[in-house]
Structure formats: C-alpha cells, structure tokens
C-alpha cells in the first residue's frame, strides 16, 4: 500500500534560517510527488510537484525538492525561509493511474521573526 | 488557476441529524473530485472518489452508507453526512484535478467545510 512518511512534525526557525524537511514515500509504482502547503486559516495550495525529468524541481515562493529515487525520498528545501512561510506543510503522492493523493502526516512550520 | 469552492464553510448540526456539502468546480469541469477529511492537527484523510456519472469509490474503512456521495454534474458533487454523530465532527475538504490523465495533475481544494456535531 502507499504511504508517505515526513520525519518532522513540528519545526521552529528563525528568519532567514534555511529549511529542510523530509519526506519517504512507499509505493510500488510510478509516482507523482507534491508538496502542499496550507497557511492558517486557508486552503491547501500546490508549492511544487514532480512528475519525471529533472529530479530538482523549483516551485513558489523560492521553494524547492529533490526527488532521490533510491531513497524514495522527495525533500522540501528553501535557503532562507521568512516569517510568512509559517504554514502546515504537507508532502503528498498519487498514483498516475487513479489520481488518489496520499498525505504524508503534515509537518507544523513556525518561523519567528 | 482553476477555483474549487464548498458550501457551507461551516455548519452545526445535531446528533441524528443529515448534513449535506457542496463541492463545487467554477471555471472548470471535474469528472473526477475527492473527498477528504482532516481532524485537527492532522493530515488529509482520503474518504473516497467521486465520479460523475457513476457510483464513488470509497477508500477502505469509509461507511457508505453513512458518508453518501453524488456526483450530479460535471461541476458539482455533494457529501452527505448521513445520522451524523459528535465523532462526525471534523473538516471535510474537496479536490478536483482539472484535466484529464488525473495521476499527473495537480488537484485543486476547496476551502473546506467545518462541521461540528452537538
């Protein structure tokens, strides 16, 4: 079955500190990798996905992932993060056949200013 | 982009009683939308796949009796709680990928809807 794992559940930066967070996934077969992100009191919005190519993707806001194969993992990155990057982060996959996303558990990102 | 929108944002409901959510595509036509459910502090639960024109898939563990989902149109589905009871309390969210070929579409939400059983 498909699963997605994020390691870090609550993170606390500083500005201007840089940010990584972690996410496994398990699936048997080809898979479509996303990160959403939810600001309080909003809806869920797409920062970046993968689909095949350039494992590096760049997405909004100065966001970006690696996706490593042989570690099923699609980390989340940015170099400088700010105050209004406190947000829920959620790394998610689907299966290219059904479209069902899975979620991983959701990682709480506070940035103090 | 594409806009999904859900109504109502909130309700309130009784023990026993049915609630019934919109989930609505408005620039786009959506063959396809999901429902989840995300209790506080948690991640998106998948409930299930709604289909225009067909019955909806249900993800292992969704009661479908009590969780009634109808896809009436290319633009709108709907999520009935059905008897709802306090457990039923949460936040429930639609998605619709606005293509075809759903696995490499990003999926557009909803606002979500609050629903809160006394």
């Known amino acids: 079955a498909q699963s997605v794992s994020q390691h870090n559940h609550h993170v606390i930066l500083s500005e201007a500190a840089s940010l990584e967070l972690g996410c496994n996934y398990s699936y048997g077969g080809t898979v479509n990798l996303f990160w959403y992100v939810q600001y309080p009191g909003q809806h869920l919005q797409l920062l970046l996905k993968?689909?095949?190519?350039?494992?590096l993707v760049k997405g909004i806001k100065g966001f970006e992932a690696e996706f490593i194969k042989s570690k099923f993992s699609f980390n989340l990155r940015k170099p400088s993060v700010q105050w209004s990057d406190t947000a829920e982060y959620f790394c998610?996959?689907?299966?290219?056949?059904?479209?069902?996303?899975?979620f991983g558990q959701g990682t709480t990102l506070q940035v103090k200013p | 982009g594409a806009v999904v929108s859900q109504h109502p944002s909130w309700v309130i409901c009784k023990s026993g009683t049915s609630v019934k959510i919109e989930c609505r595509s408005l620039d786009f036509q959506a063959t396809t939308m999901f429902w989840y459910r995300q209790f506080p502090k948690q991640s998106l639960m998948l409930m299930a796949t709604s289909n225009e024109g067909s019955k909806a898939t249900y993800e292992q563990g969704v009661e479908k009796d009590k969780f009634l989902i109808n896809h009436a149109s290319l633009t709108l589905s709907t999520l009935t709680v059905t008897s709802a009871h306090p457990e039923d309390s949460s936040f429930y969210i639609c998605s619709a990928p606005p293509k075809a070929g759903l696995g490499h579409n990003e999926q557009f939400f909803g606002p979500g809807t609050r629903l809160t059983v006394l």
């Open positions: 998610a996959v689907s299966s290219s056949n059904t479209g069902k996303l899975i």
């Open positions: 993968y689909f095949s190519g350039d494992p």
